[in-house]
């Protein structure tokens, strides 16, 4: 083992010692009382600041925030084997044995030329794996707390699999068309039952047309969010630097603004 190597072990070490401190009598009383399940909000907040540092193009940014996400590994860790259950060493393991039994186009005899290929040899493995949930619909296996953009592309992935699926874009746009036109409807009827489920159907088909652009939906409207929070900071500056507060601009104060910044960038 070379040096490297035996600073990365050492600093392992470290950190599963680190958190049997704190979680021990003598330990941190907030880190004490912790669970799994409190520690849930916690876990799903870090794994999105890992994936705002990943946006960022920022390496630090990435290497905090993977440091953040693993401590939360350490620490559901050390609270299983306060448990009885598990400690870190059988994560590692399990992880090592599943990870080389899902690629036995690498480490064993079998052979996958594409990711595709990939993909379908990792899912027939799956299904013969101790454990595996056997599922009864096609639509099963969904994670319950899925973002719903995130869900909705899933779903839509699921079923295309075995067929139910438009042929071609067209049949997508048409279908958002018609939900756009079932919400407008919807809205004149004045029944807000319905408007909630055609705001939902026209949703589902946008997302489905994200789907079959090969576009990732909730990255796309990530990237739509921060267009328009920075777009709307420059507005608030430009009408600072008019002398106004924006609290009490019109809208049409506010809308030439708006233009103006944004044909700023699109020059």
Same mark, same amino acid.
């Given at each position: 083992?070379?040096?490297?190597?035996?600073?990365?072990?050492?600093?392992?070490?470290?950190?599963?010692?680190?958190?049997?401190?704190?979680?021990?009598?003598?330990?941190?009383?907030?880190?004490?009382?912790?669970?799994?399940?409190?520690?849930?909000?916690?876990?799903?907040?870090?794994?999105?600041?890992?994936?705002?540092?990943?946006?960022?193009?920022?390496?630090?940014k990435l290497k905090e925030e993977?440091?953040?996400?693993?401590?939360?590994?350490?620490?559901?860790?050390?609270?299983?084997?306060?448990?009885?259950?598990?400690?870190?060493?059988?994560?590692?393991?399990?992880?090592?044995?599943?990870?080389?039994?899902?690629?036995?186009?690498?480490?064993?005899?079998?052979?996958?030329?594409?990711?595709?290929?990939?993909?379908?040899?990792?899912?027939?493995?799956?299904?013969?794996?101790?454990?595996?949930?056997?599922?009864?619909?096609?639509?099963?296996?969904?994670?319950?707390?899925?973002?719903?953009?995130?869900?909705?592309?899933?779903?839509?992935?699921?079923?295309?699999?075995?067929?139910?699926?438009?042929?071609?874009?067209?049949?997508?746009?048409?279908?958002?068309?018609?939900?756009?036109?079932?919400?407008?409807?919807?809205?004149?009827?004045?029944?807000? =039952?319905?408007? =909630?489920?055609?705001?939902?159907?026209?949703?589902?088909?946008?997302?489905?047309?994200?789907?079959?652009?090969k576009l990732d939906t909730e990255?796309?409207?990530?990237?739509?969010?921060?267009?328009?929070?920075?777009?709307?900071?420059?507005?608030?500056?430009?009408?600072?630097?008019?002398?106004?507060?924006?609290?009490?601009?019109?809208?049409?104060?506010?809308?030439?603004?708006?233009?103006?910044?944004?044909?700023?960038?699109?020059?």
């Amino acid at each position: 083992m070379n040096t490297s190597e035996d600073k990365s072990t050492s600093l392992f070490h470290d950190l599963v010692e680190l958190m049997r401190k704190l979680r021990s009598k003598d330990g941190c009383p907030w880190d004490k009382e912790q669970s799994h399940a409190s520690l849930k909000p916690h876990l799903v907040e870090e794994a999105y600041e890992l994936i705002d540092a990943i946006d960022s193009g920022d390496p630090d940014k990435l290497k905090e925030e993977l440091a953040d996400l693993f401590f939360h590994i350490i620490f559901h860790c050390q609270i299983a084997k306060e448990k009885g259950e598990f400690d870190i060493g059988g994560v590692m393991a399990l992880c090592l044995d599943k990870m080389r039994r899902r690629h036995p186009h690498v480490f064993g005899n079998a052979t996958a030329a594409t990711p595709d290929e990939v993909i379908h040899q990792w899912e027939q493995i799956k299904k013969q794996e101790k454990g595996y949930e056997e599922r009864k619909f096609i639509v099963d296996g969904l994670p319950k707390y899925l973002p719903a953009l995130q869900k909705a592309q899933k779903l839509q992935k699921k079923v295309a699999k075995v067929g139910f699926d438009w042929p071609d874009i067209n049949g997508v746009i048409a279908k958002v068309d018609e939900e756009l036109a079932e919400v407008k409807e919807a809205i004149q009827e004045n029944k807000p =039952e319905n408007i =909630e489920e055609e705001v939902g159907d026209l949703l589902f088909s946008i997302v489905n047309l994200s789907r079959f652009l090969k576009l990732d939906t909730e990255n796309v409207l990530h990237k739509t969010i921060y267009k328009f929070v920075e777009r709307f900071k420059k507005v608030e500056m430009e009408l600072a630097a008019m002398g106004k507060d924006i609290e009490k601009c019109t809208l049409e104060e506010m809308d030439a603004v708006w233009n103006k910044v944004k044909n700023k960038r699109e020059v």
